[in-house]
């Protein structure tokens, strides 16, 4: 996964495994593979915010 991606095109890719998932007619071997790279997507996305909010917090110590 390309660490260039933004949060929002992540966000916005996670919606759409979601609404491809919530599909009646996705079958068994594609949903895991949606969930699949849905958890690798939610994982980018946890690691992106740590990185953000550990600079927030070096902000702050620094004032």
């Avoid at 991606?5 to 079958?27: C, P, V, W, Y």
């Avoid at 594609?30 to 992106?48: A, R």
Wanted: hydrophobic share 35%.
């Amino acid at each position: 996964m390309a660490r260039s991606k933004s949060l929002e095109t992540a966000f916005a890719e996670l919606e759409e495994l979601i609404r491809q998932m919530e599909n009646k007619d996705t079958g068994l071997e594609d949903s895991f593979k949606l969930y699949t790279s849905g958890m690798k997507l939610i994982k980018y996305c946890n690691d992106s915010l740590d990185k953000v909010e550990k600079k927030l917090i070096q902000l702050g110590e620094e004032e």
